[in-house]
């Protein structure tokens, strides 16, 4: 499973109301990657993109 993959699903599960905004494409393996795609939407998402990122992070 790559790093977007579960992003996209830890997104999911804590923000369902913005999942739609956070996701990435699931193909990505870059966490740097992801976090510059959401950032360019908005920086209030891609500071949740950072968080979310951490959590996974702290997962493994």
């Known amino acids: 499973m790559t790093i ?3 992003y996209n699903e830890a997104a999911a599960r804590l923000l369902p109301h ?3 905004d ?3 494409d699931p193909t990505i393996t870059d966490a740097n990657h ?3 795609i959401v950032f360019r939407r908005s ?3 891609g500071g949740m993109a ?6 996974i992070n702290q997962q493994d």
């Open 4 to 6: 977007a993959e579960h």
């Open 18 to 20: 913005m999942a739609a």
């Open 50 to 55: 950072v968080a979310i990122l951490a959590m």
């Open 43 to 45: 920086e209030y998402l």
């Open 34 to 36: 992801i976090d510059e």
């Open 22 to 24: 956070l996701a990435v």
